[in-house]
């Protein structure tokens, strides 16, 4: 049995209300490279920043035992310094400082404040050279590709001397040759004995590198499968990171489900971060009058794109296609339009794009359809604070009052209050991204009712969610959605956690 | 439940503004005990009013782009410099027609609000950016068209502007205008309250109780009167007056009553969210800053018709007056929030403030001294009752 160079006993983490981590066990082999895999929200995160002195030592309990020490880790300098490094999926470099720059922020070869520059371009010409990348070190960050971006971390961990590296979905931004040579200089980095850490939903990337193979699910360690040891299917990580048993978590809903009210038809989009590549390869949807729609698809999968691109074009390049309501063509160029031909969008990012945090209840449900409580553009005050008044009735949205303001509201409550703002434009098509991120369960229970609610009065409701559960749970009808493309449909009998996922991996092994 | 509805309401949103407001009455107590009682001499009062009215005007301009993006408007005192200069040059030197070289005035505020405008809304360069080249700009255009000159005289129908008062309808000792216009004030807004009321009885709201509305109306409809027949000692209504409340009553209306006057407070609390709910934040910021053009050339009107002459120094430091009244007032300088009301009361304070020290004596280094740390201590006092209020 090989050394462990890294063991997590007992990891519990607490947000308040939730228990995001509970007892985890989590061991890695010196000079392994060991993946770390589950679904959105199962954990992995939070398991690194306690790793990286992200959440410092107090604020979890259980124990961090690096090279047989235990560890207590106040911040991310004390977990770098003892040779951790953790390359996040945002890279952390600074765009108008050079790659030698960037190598050795806060690390600078400097003799009393003093930084030698030969010293350093001549040490980031060494880092570059092992990760394999041949830029000039003068050159910007922002001048180079993501994948380059991508080696600059890496080198940058190497250079603090770093033994034990994690990796956060490193690929998911990445060309498949970028992907390719990421992977092989993992390789080449365990025979020089740097430990890895990769977490990534690729599965094939994963079985193809990795030495052992973790599964966590719901903050807990499912199990660890070892190369040689176990046998190692990207079937059995799937099963693995979705069986969670199903209890009542969805209220039930008997409506009709009448005609096609809303159809996307050829819908195709350019991404406007990188040149040349689709965000939306002819996407077709349709949705039933009364019908609830999942969208299922990993993070990535262009689901909330394919929203933001189809109301008010707020998100792509090069947008065409025809979006149908009743079988006759609308225009929902702006969100104006949108608007008007009764389509309603609720963002995913409830507070930096749904809410105006510093304005109360009543200013932020009736924002939308300020024109329905006015005359000539004046606003009639009492019919707005009798309709908010109506909403926080009907949603039960609990505060003291509808002019107690919306960022002082839990996260169910507000997500009540843009629901409310939407319910209120009186939509026939209502596209809910993410409706139940960060709520409890008790909410999201209310939330699922209030659902099942605006489908039984006949209207179209599109479910985006990477809760699959979720989408399971609550949807008619489910597309797959992978790199832009529909990848699958399946009715609600044919919907399991596991036909989703093979719709995904089947397109995945398919574009590699 | 509905009562404690209405309580909260006030308490949460005006209990900014009603502080300032008590800060000004508190201010001037003080300066009317420091000046031996010449401040509110009913010359003084007028007096005051007619110094403070250009920055009164900037303020309400500013106001709106302070509140739809947080932005501030640096080139307006360059802007009323240039627009004095244009009169100059219009009037005096080719005798022309003083309304309609007004209205030239105002239309060129406006297209000088497009430009800005339109590298701020639609091209996205920061406000603070534009604007500090508009502030360049426009003073250099001012001494151009001035060549270094000043120009004198206006005719008296232009600085009736701000010396002319109401005629005296009575002709008597006492300003029968005067009278009657603040009785007619005093009608209006009971009325208006009144049917207010009814409106709320009508939908079955929570009523304030008698003693409340009533009091409330004693003690405006007092408040006008007292401030009116103080007027009518001197000369009556200056003609400015009515042009200042006009304007504050319509921009007030227009922001705390109106659909687009609420989509500016909702793209100053978040911009993103305002886009997602259907609001146009281009066209709207665009609009701010073509109606702050139009605001800075009356007051570049006002300002040249009260110091009787265009000159090319002009206007300096205008911008600064606006912006500390603004926030002197309430806004926040994230945007967002602020009222018209709030930034005229911020205006009063800073013109007690200069007007009661100079008549104390006061050099002006001191007297800015202290307008700067008042302009601090208020929105240092907002901060901390803010923090407050979220502990709490």
């Known amino acids: ?512 | 439940m509905a009562n404690l509805t209405e309580k909260s309401k006030k308490s949460s949103l005006n209990i900014r503004q009603y502080s300032m407001l008590v800060a000004l009455v508190v201010i001037m107590a003080l300066f009317q005990v420091l000046t031996n009682g010449i401040l509110l001499k009913p010359q003084n009062v007028t007096n005051l009013i007619l110094q403070n009215s250009y920055v009164i005007v900037l303020a309400v301009g500013m106001l709106l782009c302070i509140v739809s993006s947080g932005a501030i408007d640096l080139s307006v005192g360059s802007v009323v410099a240039f627009i004095g200069a244009l009169l100059g040059v219009m009037i005096v030197q080719h005798g022309m027609n003083v309304w309609l070289a007004i209205v030239i005035a105002l239309l060129v505020g406006a297209l000088i609000g497009v430009w800005q405008g339109f590298w701020i809304a639609y091209v996205r360069i920061p406000a603070f950016i534009v604007t500090l080249a508009g502030m360049m700009i426009f003073r250099g255009l001012t001494q151009y068209v001035l060549q270094g000159m000043t120009l004198t005289p206006f005719p008296k129908e232009f600085l009736a502007i701000t010396s002319g008062f109401l005629p005296n309808i009575g002709g008597g000792e006492l300003n029968l205008t005067a009278f009657l216009l603040g009785a007619a004030c005093i009608v209006i807004y009971i009325l208006s309250e009144i049917k207010k009321l009814q409106s709320k009885k009508k939908r079955g709201f929570s009523l304030p109780s008698a003693g409340a509305f009533w009091g409330k109306i004693v003690l405006v409809a007092a408040a006008i009167a007292l401030f009116t027949i103080w007027l009518a000692f001197y000369k009556g209504i200056p003609i400015l007056l009515v042009i200042l409340l006009i304007l504050v009553v319509v921009y007030s209306f227009y922001t705390s009553k109106t659909v687009p006057g609420r989509h500016l407070y909702a793209m100053g609390g978040n911009e993103k969210a305002a886009v997602l709910s259907g609001i146009n934040t281009k066209k709207a910021l665009f609009y701010t800053f073509v109606n702050m053009g139009v605001l800075a050339a009356l007051g570049g009107i006002v300002f040249t018709s009260r110091l009787q002459a265009a000159t090319p120094t002009a206007g300096q430091g205008f911008e600064m007056d606006a912006i500390a009244a603004c926030y002197i007032g309430g806004a926040s300088a994230m945007g967002g929030s602020g009222t018209i009301v709030g930034a005229v009361i911020g205006a009063l304070v800073m013109g007690v403030l200069n007007n009661g020290l100079s008549i104390m004596g006061v050099g002006s280094d001191i007297t800015q001294t202290i307008k700067g740390l008042v302009l601090l201590a208020a929105v240092i006092f907002d901060v901390v009752s803010k923090k407050k209020a979220e502990q709490a």
């Not at chain 1, 020089?192 to 966590?216: P, R």
């Not at chain 1, 024109?371 to 019919?383: A, G, L, P, R, W």
């Not at chain 1, 969610?465 to 979720?470: Q, T």
């Open chain 1, 1 to 512: 049995m090989a050394e462990c160079i890294l063991e997590m006993r007992d990891i519990v983490k607490e947000f308040p209300g939730v228990r995001v981590l509970k007892n985890v066990n989590f061991s890695v082999e010196k000079g392994s490279i060991h993946a770390l895999v589950g679904e959105n929200g199962a954990g992995k995160s939070t398991l690194m920043n306690v790793l990286g002195g992200v959440y410092p030592h107090g604020t979890y309990t259980g124990d961090i035992v690096f090279d047989g020490r235990v560890c207590e880790f106040k911040n991310i300098k004390d977990s770098e310094k003892t040779g951790i490094a953790i390359i996040h999926q945002e890279l952390a470099l600074i765009p108008y400082l050079s790659i030698g720059e960037n190598l050795f922020l806060g690390n600078e070869c400097a003799k009393n404040n003093q930084i030698d520059w030969d010293l350093t371009y001549d040490n980031a010409k060494k880092l570059m050279a092992k990760v394999g990348l041949k830029e000039d070190p003068n050159t910007l960050i922002k001048d180079i590709s993501v994948g380059k971006q991508q080696l600059v971390e890496i080198a940058k961990a190497l250079g603090k001397d770093a033994r034990l590296l994690i990796l956060d979905e490193p690929t998911a931004a990445l060309t498949e040759t970028d992907s390719r040579h990421l992977l092989d200089l993992l390789l080449e980095l365990k025979k020089n004995g740097v430990t890895c850490i990769l977490i990534s939903h690729k599965l094939n990337e994963i079985t193809e590198v990795s030495d052992a193979i973790t599964i966590l699910r719901d903050g807990s360690t499912i199990e660890t499968m070892v190369k040689g040891k176990d046998e190692i299917t990207e079937d059995q990580i799937i099963k693995g990171m979705v069986g969670r048993e199903m209890t009542e978590m969805f209220p039930q809903r008997d409506c009709e489900i009448g005609e096609v009210a809303f159809e996307i038809q050829n819908w195709s989009a350019d991404d406007p971060l990188t040149a040349g590549k689709k965000l939306l390869d002819n996407v077709n949807m349709k949705v039933h009058k009364g019908e609830v729609v999942g969208i299922a698809g990993l993070m990535g999968a262009g689901r909330t794109e394919l929203a933001l691109s189809l109301f008010g074009r707020l998100y792509g390049n090069n947008i065409h296609g025809r979006i149908l309501k009743d079988g006759r063509e609308i225009d929902t160029h702006t969100v104006e339009n949108a608007i008007r031909n009764k389509v309603a969008y609720v963002t995913e990012d409830r507070k930096n794009a749904g809410l105006i945090l510093m304005d109360d209840i009543c200013m932020n449900i009736t924002l939308s359809s300020l024109q329905k409580i006015s005359k000539n553009h004046v606003i009639d005050m009492d019919v707005e604070s009798q309709t908010a008044e109506k909403y926080r009735a009907k949603l039960n949205i609990k505060s003291h009052s509808i002019h107690q303001r919306v960022g002082n509201l839990s996260g169910g409550n507000q997500q009540k209050v843009v629901l409310s703002k939407w319910i209120m434009t009186d939509p026939d098509v209502l596209i809910l991204d993410e409706p139940t991120r960060g709520i409890d369960v008790g909410a999201k229970y209310e939330i699922y009712t209030i659902i099942n609610q605006l489908a039984s009065e006949g209207r179209c409701i599109i479910l985006i969610s990477s809760e699959l559960p979720e989408v399971l749970g609550m949807s008619d009808r489910v597309y797959v959605m992978n790199e832009g493309k529909v990848v699958g449909e399946l009715s609600r009998e044919e919907a399991k956690a596991e036909t989703v996922m093979q719709c995904i991996m089947a397109n995945k092994s398919m574009g590699a």
